[in-house]
T-cell receptor
């Protein structure tokens, strides 16, 4: 499975935008980029995914670099409930399984 | 919660006893997964299933077996529990395409004493 690199931790303030980076320089042309988050004492939760184009949903936006070697998860207006560990994961279309890295622990300051 | 439930939510068992954890889904998804989560290791895949009676090993499958006799249920069995299997176990389901998000259960906290 292709690897991703994320910062171990990030900190932001409530009601400000948050940009969570992910590097995936060995991504293949068929890998989807998925983002999940895990709040304390809960199971992981799907956030967003994309292949080549930027994506938006009610939770976040995903910006994918033109060469697809990096991506950024954007939380437009962070709240305290967004404090979690965020995982960036590549999924091969044939593998059909998530392989988790260490993720980024996001702290939101009031 | 999103059509996936795990049972039990908490369990304490003694070393050497068999334990079975259940994952039940109402989404009719083809793929089901079992993960464990430990401090310092993150989430690791134990076993997964891509259909009834079709299963495969993940990265940490030793000491675990699984069964899937019907679409909605995926069972994880620890034949003889050890203290190293004390962990939080998560089940996940997927519609069998990387173009869809995975849904996770709330977890089972297992303590082996």
């Amino acid at each position: 499975d292709a690897k991703t690199t994320q910062p171990n931790s990030m900190e932001s303030n409530e009601e400000e935008p948050v940009h969570l980076p992910c590097n995936h320089s060995t991504i293949s042309g068929t890998d989807y980029i998925h983002w999940y988050r895990q709040l304390p004492s809960q199971g992981p939760e799907y956030v967003i995914h994309g292949l080549t184009s930027n994506v938006n949903n009610r939770m976040a936006s995903l910006a994918i670099a033109e060469d697809r070697k990096s991506s950024t998860l954007i939380l437009h207006r962070a709240t305290l409930r967004d404090a979690a560990v965020y995982y960036c994961i590549l999924i091969d279309q044939g593998a059909q399984k998530l392989v988790f890295g260490q993720g980024t622990r996001l702290t939101i300051n009031p | 919660d999103a059509g996936i439930t795990q049972s039990p939510r908490h369990k304490v068992t003694e070393t050497g006893t068999p334990v079975t954890l259940r994952c039940h889904q109402t989404e009719n998804h083809r793929y089901m997964y079992w993960y464990r989560q430990d401090p310092g290791h993150g989430l690791r895949l134990i076993h997964y299933s891509y259909g009834v009676k079709d299963t495969d090993k993940g990265e940490v499958s030793d000491g675990y077996s699984v069964s899937r006799s019907k679409t909605e249920d995926f069972l994880l069995t620890l034949e003889s529990a050890t203290s190293s299997q004390t962990s939080v176990y998560f089940c996940a389901i997927n519609r069998a395409a990387s173009n869809y998000g995975y849904t996770f259960g709330s977890g089972t906290r297992l303590t082996v004493v």
